[in-house]
């Protein structure tokens, strides 16, 4: 609108037609002018109309290379909706792969049937009684309007008060006191169900009632839980329990997990039974064809597009990575001066895109670390960008393996890194290694 209006302010006193005297509009619309003059001679590539979107967990404008895991997701809930046993479901990982977009776009698809779903973010050391609590909470309020017995849901929240107030929490000097948590649920604490303290017996009574709501209504629940692997082990223990016990009673309840790609020897480490507890699917960098769709589709609705060439420099630059191919997108996008792009404002763009990723994608992370942990991960970086032996990276600094473990768990536990299998450790982040190597010592 405002383009349309200084064009035709433009065109005629190029024509040289008298225009009309000054008002308050034009004059804001004056004061625009510099800005817009950019716009206006260059409106098939206006910033305004961006349409990629390189954030955290951020749905990409399309979502490509992905549908085999839709396929699977959509498998899941037709078979638990007909009242089929069925396991839950673990993502798996790098950083910037699509791991959290994927878990949202889920949990659209299951609210999409009408179920009750709720999500929570592991921290580590942090139980997750409370978060359970809240995301189970949630997801039984979608389903309460449609329940024909009031006192049911009422029993349940009951139920569901108990959970979340039963479990110790420490005060300001580490000492255990008394629960104090008041989630909010205007009933009155059950007794005797889900309230033990014991974190494995009150979570397998509380997802086995919320899945006998969910029952009533004839639809399901999903629990969705994202950064999976930084749930503290007795709790994994816990989850895999409750869930283990929903598949033996076919309840439809179901726990959609994502993390790194550790997190399958995380729940093997807490229950043997966790291989055949979950479908696990493993989503890594898209394939050239997928990549481009990701890149053309959202540019032609736009009416731009990309030249084979700059497609080709574009792959080449992100690797196929999910995230990179978004950050560097919108870079080019602004940059370009008109459609088609061409290889030419990949060159332009590269060095912005590589700059903010250094410093938001890869320098964010970096800063986390210890002086002793950034030693330990150069010394990665030297061996290169493969899973490398823990013995090789004491080669490398000169030490005992031993005196490494510190730096090492460390970084593990700030999800830097991680054991790919026993004895090897690698980035959790794509490209991280060539970034430490270009990095000043």
């Not at 990179?324 to 370009?336: G, L, R, T």
């Amino acid at each position: 609108m405002v383009a349309t209006v200084e064009r035709a302010a433009l065109g005629a006193a190029r024509c040289g037609r008298r225009v009309a005297p000054a008002t308050r509009h034009s004059a804001f619309y004056g004061n625009l002018r510099p800005q817009l003059y950019r716009l206006i001679e260059s409106e098939t590539v206006d910033p305004v109309r961006n349409p990629y979107a390189p954030g955290a967990g951020q749905r990409p404008p399309e979502l490509a290379g992905r549908d085999r895991e839709l396929k699977q997701f959509e498998i899941v809930l037709e078979r638990v909706a007909r009242g089929r046993p069925e396991r839950s479901m673990i993502i798996t990982g790098l950083r910037g792969v699509g791991k959290t977009v994927l878990l949202n776009s889920f949990r659209s698809m299951a609210i999409q049937r009408l179920w009750g779903t709720g999500k929570i973010e592991a921290r580590p050391d942090q139980s997750i009684r409370r978060p359970i609590a809240s995301a189970l909470h949630m997801a039984v309020r979608e389903l309460a309007p449609r329940h024909r017995a009031p006192d049911r849901i009422e029993g349940f929240l009951g139920v569901l008060k108990a959970f979340a107030q039963a479990g110790p929490e420490e005060d300001a000097k580490g000492r255990a006191r008394v629960h104090r948590w008041q989630p909010g649920i205007d009933v009155p604490a059950a007794r005797g169900r889900a309230d033990s303290g014991d974190l494995e017996i009150d979570l397998t009574e509380l997802l086995s009632d919320a899945a006998s709501v969910a029952t009533d209504v004839g639809v399901g629940i999903a629990l969705f839980v994202d950064e999976m692997q930084d749930i503290p082990a007795d709790d994994v223990s816990a989850l895999c329990a409750a869930c283990h016990e929903l598949s033996q009673s076919g309840g439809p309840l179901i726990v959609v997990g994502a993390g790194l790609p550790h997190l399958p020897a995380v729940l093997s480490a807490s229950k043997s039974y966790s291989e055949r507890l979950f479908r696990y699917a493993r989503i890594d960098r898209l394939d050239r064809e997928s990549a481009d769709v990701a890149l053309l589709a959202p540019a032609e609705r736009e009416e731009v597009t990309f030249t084979p060439e700059a497609l080709d420099a574009l792959y080449s630059a992100a690797d196929g990575y999910p995230y990179f191919v978004q950050a560097y997108a919108k870079v080019v996008w602004d940059v370009a001066p008109d459609s088609p792009i061409t290889v030419d404002d990949i060159k332009v763009a590269a060095p912005e895109a590589e700059s903010e990723l250094a410093v938001g994608f890869f320098g964010s992370r970096y800063e986390r670390a210890t002086p002793a942990e950034r030693d330990y991960m150069r010394a990665m970086a030297a061996l290169g960008d493969d899973p490398v032996p823990t013995s090789a990276v004491a080669d490398e600094l000169g030490r005992k393996p031993s005196s490494l473990s510190p730096a090492r768990d460390g970084l593990i536990k700030k999800g830097l890194i991680y054991s790919a299998e026993r004895g090897l450790v690698a980035f959790t982040v794509p490209h991280f290694g060539r970034f430490l190597r270009a990095q000043p010592v």
